[in-house]
């Protein structure tokens, strides 16, 4: 069996599990009500929670209702029959250091636009009307942060008892099993892959369903879509759009080849992709801000050109893997450096590391991009109120910190040649600055 690794030091990784589990579930349910009962402002719900202590936040927390598991289970029962019944074209992983080789079915376009148009169907034949989604999104939430709870325990248990693949194995300790997972690619039967269902399936498509939710609530209760509603949904669908346009290639990321399938990723995508991802949508249904034309225009062409720039780093690097170097990098022969690495069972392999094009910028340039969209989907908020902000500002820790972790693991792995790539590039994500 593998051994779990950590990425960050016991003392951080315990640290992180207490806040997760502490700090995270409140901070979802206060997000919510401050933005849809508190008129988003900070302020206001810090003064109710002053003065009425731990008591006012359980006052305001919802429960989870039968129609919030409804919903929930709707939803997830369709996504999974979706996942699973779709045609969809076979894919290989990337191989794994146990030396496996994941098969996964790529029919993530086709359950996204089902799910869009479906969604959109059921609205306009009025079968559902998506704002009992907005109506109960505390309940929801609510559910979503238990339900995942004991999902990540069942998570924990069948990593111990019926592990899906090699790749899977315990640190030895309980708490860093739970949170960073056991098994880096956990099904159920032979095809139901986990990880795809939790992060993109379930995760990134709760994100367009709940974007479109918030713009049809505020038709509904303003009789129009201001502008800056209809760009923040615009580019979060584009974003949405553009991750399932290229989700094979999100299988060979991060998230999937190397983050074991635990509450660190498990929960962030069931409940923080839904609750906090979504927010600036979330703000903007009773904040409808007239932008006018042109300004809606110009953030609506930035928006769109961050995200073409995000997609084109993900598509240079993987298409100059896939095609072992032979490929043209900005209309050049690629600059590469041939990394050789050992897997924990002892065998040598080698890897290309590409460092021209957008790779050549910085060694995580993609992130730039990334940032920047979000801030522009985020903007049509303007500046009245910070909560709307928090999700770019989240991102930019997260993506910062991420950086950093693959950093550490690509020198651990590539060892000099790493060291080599680093001379070559740098900067670490902003070019000439850090
Ligand atoms: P990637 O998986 O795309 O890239 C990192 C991996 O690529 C490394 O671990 C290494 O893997 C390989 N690699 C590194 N440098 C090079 C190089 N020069 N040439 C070839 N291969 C290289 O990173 P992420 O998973 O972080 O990002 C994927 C996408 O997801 C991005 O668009 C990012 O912006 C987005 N993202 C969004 C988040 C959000 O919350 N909104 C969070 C995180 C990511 P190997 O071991 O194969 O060498």
Known sequence: MAESKTVHSPLLTYFSVLSLLTLCPPFVILLWYTMVHADGSVSQTFDYLKQHGLKGLIDIWPRPTATAWKIIACYSAFEAALQLLLPGKRVEGPLTTMGNRPVYKANGMAAYVVTLVTYLGLWWFGIFNPTVVYDHLGEIFSALIFGSFVFCVFLYIKGHVAPSSTDSGSSGNVIIDFYWGMELYPRIGKHFDIKVFTNCRFGMMSWAVLAVTYCIKQYEVNGRV??????????????????????????????????????????????????????????????????????????????????????????????????????????????????????????????????????????????????????????????????????????????????????????????KYWKLYCEKVPYRIIPGIY
């Open 226 to 415: 201001a502008d800056s509603m209809l760009v923040n949904t615009v580019l979060m669908l584009v974003y949405v759009t553009k991750f399932f346009w290229w989700e094979a290639g999100y299988w060979s990321t991060m998230d999937i080849a190397h983050d074991r399938a635990g509450f660190y990723i498990c929960w962030g995508c069931l409940v923080w992709v839904p609750s906090i991802y979504t927010s600036p949508g979330m703000y903007l249904v009773n904040h409808p801000v007239n932008l006018g034309t042109q300004l809606a225009l110009y953030i609506l062409v930035a928006g769109i050109l961050c995200i073409y720039t995000n997609y084109d780093c993900d598509r240079q690097r993987q298409e100059f893997r896939r095609t072992n170097g032979k490929c043209l990098v900005w209309g050049k022969a690629p600059s590469k450096i041939v990394a050789s690495y050992t897997t924990t069972s002892g065998e040598t392999k080698s890897s290309l590391l590409l460092t021209s094009g957008w790779w050549g910028l910085s060694r995580h340039f993609h992130y730039v991009p990334e940032i920047l969209s979000a801030f522009f989907w985020t903007v049509p908020a303007l500046f009245n109120h910070f909560l709307p902000f928090f999700y770019v500002i989240f991102l930019t820790i997260l993506l910062f910190d991420r950086a950093k972790r693959d950093d550490d693991r690509c020198r651990s792995k590539y060892g």
